[in-house]
């Protein structure tokens, strides 16, 4: 017999509570709620106008960001990418990486392929004030 688990995305702890990201920022994360030994997900809804507090990297996980609505932009590194409504976006590890709603939110669903728990994080990689 097939063994599997089912969860409501709603269920899952909003991690932006525990850093004070709430309420502008909703980030549910699944590796660890459904026990997994690899990979991982995570939903993140933004509100708008939102700029991530910090920029992000991975040594080993590669990650696909959908949009599931909204739009905005991320910063790759040095570069501004355009998000709208279905586009798909991968990031290798070690690109740094991170993520600014639009007029009307962003909301992203991510998959991450590798070990995690790897992440490095940098508060100047992109700056609330707009100047990386």
Same mark, same amino acid.
């Given at each position: ?61 590669? &990650? ?14 040095? &570069? ?13 590890? &070690? ?38």
């Amino acid at each position: 017999m097939a063994t599997y688990e089912k969860k409501n995305i709603g269920d899952l702890d909003n991690a932006a509570e525990q850093y004070g990201l709430a309420p502008d920022l909703e980030a549910r994360f699944g590796r660890k709620a459904f026990g997994m030994s690899g990979g991982g997900f995570s939903y993140q809804r933004m509100a708008p106008g939102l700029r991530s507090a910090f920029g992000h990297r991975h040594t080993t996980q590669d &990650e696909l960001y959908v949009v599931l609505s909204g739009s905005g932009r991320a910063r790759v590194d040095d &570069e501004d990418v355009e998000l709208a409504p279905r586009d798909v976006l991968y990031v290798p590890p &070690e690109t740094w990486r991170a993520f600014e709603a639009g007029d009307d939110g962003l909301e992203l669903f991510v998959c991450g392929f590798g070990e995690g728990g790897d992440s490095e994080t940098d508060a100047a990689f992109w700056p609330q004030d707009g100047n990386a």
